[in-house]
């Protein structure tokens, strides 16, 4: 009893008292019973759909310790592991089809929540008995999906599974490729941040996915396993269990594990990755040796790198001079590598590279060069015309690696001359690297991000400043930096963001105004009048947003209204087009109800009318008879990014469609950039504060 308890827990770090551990229904040995009962010409048909790596699962079970822990160390607004080892590992779906073997490419799939009857009934039992009884066609394919995500790609905490989802698969098109891997990863950051905030006993989402995605993208020196594609066939509930074991008997715990470097570019990390038939083991004193022997071959790129300028800028001259100076066979170029030296100004072009009455030169280390700038220069007399030369580099030490200029035409030495020289004197601006892990992200995805637009939104966004300093303080209200940073990825943008760009978007239109944006707090005002409110009543509650003393214009005239809406945790925008008699709901998420629009927004647009009347306005308006449509627009793929939507539809609708086009992958930059323009705005009091803060 005993041995087998400790062998039990061997793979289990050790802890200090009792851990509530989640629970899931992932379960791939549910999937895997089902599947593997099927007929060849199904599983060939599976495989066609692009899901043919999941039928190759080697792992059956979940180690509830290590994704506890995955859990707590998973960073849901960048995506990303946060190890031990202050290595932050990012997720992305394309490492959702490498371990899984699903598909990443074609359209996302947004779920439709349903509230009339569904053309299908169904549960977990039904969908088996369908997977073995229907033919060959698209309802199979469909069962098949629904199946796969109720026990694999898309589990539900409860146990009835997620009928929203089984039901938006039901009624789509099979011929339509979707892009399971974003779907997974998304609806898995979701059921997180749930666990999170609710604490539920139930995680939604693969958890299998974030088990695999530790199994193969870090690497434990003592332990290895063949290499399949997808990478989840090579992982086996034995493998899982002995590599955890191995991990716990070296470092005690999870999360200092090296990372792959191969399986991911962007990865920090020092440590070599794993080699077939490789002898290091983990002693740090070998791990520092790899280090420098990396390190030194990096340098002696550097140094033949340095000896191809030389030979380059040496031939561009005798070809533009009719001569040229050149390096005799004995003498040799020093590349001194010193990272405590200062950077100098040294033109990139004619020589720059040459000291003065000498043919060496001592330049900076390769990525110096190439933000370096200007040199010293004199006189200038007729040289003699030469051909250029071959070159050739010889390396002798880490610390001074030289490097030889050798001749091509026999041992006759063209001796140096005097040149015609120019003072060049140019500056480089190196760019810092951000610190906020989100304008990092948004600089390596948009890499025309200028260096001004970089260095206020790091600033802004910045998690080690103070979170109550004023960053926009313009028309009568103010921004903190706490509020402010809900306009980093992956969160819920607030309120008072909304209502800044409200009153920038009055004041900086054409004048006479063509619409008005209210504030969004009208719409709480206007939601919590009664249907029995007398007119006095409704005047003195709607005055502060409808008087033109305190809007600061007359908006009577206008003939688009904005009404930005937060609804059950969700921002869309009512917008009140009085030429065409129409209330257009701009929404990046169907609001409809049946057939028709729900009865809030009808409702909201009666209390418009009451409130407009109450104040002697639009008489001749009736708002409560306009037609109520919701455009077609582009639609959000994730659950945080609606507010950017409202903002972005309140900028560019002109009454009957978007006057320009909104991408939704450039949520991002949108994000990014709404922080610079409302900072930098001429209006904000505190400009000059963070201008002289990031040193503009």
Known sequence: MDSRQRKRRSHVPTRSGPVKLPKSRCSGKKFLSIIDTLSVEKKNVISGMGFGGLMQLGCRELRYDLLTWIVANYDIGYHRVCMQTN??????????????????????????????????????????????????????????????????????????????????????????????????????????????NTHPTYIRGCLLFLQLFYMTKFYLMSFKVEVRSPLCAAWTDEHIKCRLAAEIQTYGNYGHVQVLEQSNPHVRNDARPCEAG????????????????????????????????????????????????????????????????????????????????????????GQQRATNAAADDGPSTEQEPCPPSTEGAEFHSPKGVQIGVEEGHGSKLVKSTPRRRFKHTTKRLVKPAAICPFVSQCVRQFPKISHEERMVADYALSEGGDPSEILCHMHGTYITRDELSSLNGGRWVNS???????????????????????????????????????????????????????VGHDFSSCELLFFPVCDNNHWHVHVLNIPSSRVEILS??????????????????????????????????????????????VQQQNGFDCGMFAIKYMQHWNGATLAQAIAEDKMHLYRLRLVVTLVMNPANNARDTVMKACRL
């Not at 359209?107 to 509230?115: G, L, W």
């Not at 109720?150 to 009928?163: D, R, V």
């Not at 698969?169 to 892009?179: E, F, T």
């Not at 280090?291 to 800028?313: G, K």
Request: charged share 25%.
């Open 87 to 196: 290595v932050a590992v990012p997720i992305t779906p394309q490492d959702v089809r490498e371990v899984l073997g699903i598909p990443d490419q074609g359209v996302d799939i947004v779920i439709h929540n349903r509230r009339a009857t569904p053309n299908c009934t169904y549960n977990i039992k039904v969908l088996e008995d369908k997977l073995h009884d229907l033919p060959i066609g698209d309802e199979f394919m469909k069962c098949f999906l629904i199946f796969a995500c109720a026990t694999i790609l898309a589990p539900n905490s409860k146990q009835e599974g997620m009928h929203d989802l089984w039901d938006t698969i039901w009624d789509s098109d099979v011929g339509v490729r979707i892009n399971w891997a974003k779907f997974l990863l998304q609806y898995l950051e979701d059921g997180i941040r749930d666990y999170r």
């Open 496 to 550: 008072m963001i909304i209502g800044v760009v409200c009153r920038m978007l009055n004041v900086e239109q054409e004048r006479p105004p063509r619409a008005h944006y209210f504030d969004p707090s009208f719409s709480v005002v206007l939601a919590s009048l009664t249907t029995k409110a007398k007119k006095h009543e409704i005047r003195d509650r709607c005055r502060m947003f409808l008087d033109a003393e305190y």
């Open 278 to 365: 490789s002898s290091h083991s983990d002693d740090p004193t070998e791990t520092i040796e790899a280090r420098l022997i990396r390190n030194l071959e990096h340098l002696i790129s550097l140094a033949s790198s340095v000896a191809q300028d030389i030979a380059t800028l040496r031939s561009r001259s005798s070809g533009g001079q009719r001569g040229c100076a050149l390096t005799p066979p004995d003498e040799a170029v020093n590349v001194d590598i010193n990272k405590e030296e200062g950077s100098t100004n040294v033109h990139p072009f004619s020589d720059q590279l040459m000291g003065k009455g000498s043919g060496s030169a001592t330049t900076r280390s």
């Open 588 to 633: 990046s998420l169907p609001l409809r109800r049946g057939n028709g629009i729900s009865v809030v927004s009808r409702r909201l647009s009666e209390t418009i009318g009451k409130a407009f009347h109450a104040h002697g306005m639009l008489r001749r308006v009736e708002v409560s008879k306009f037609e109520h449509v919701q455009p077609q627009l």
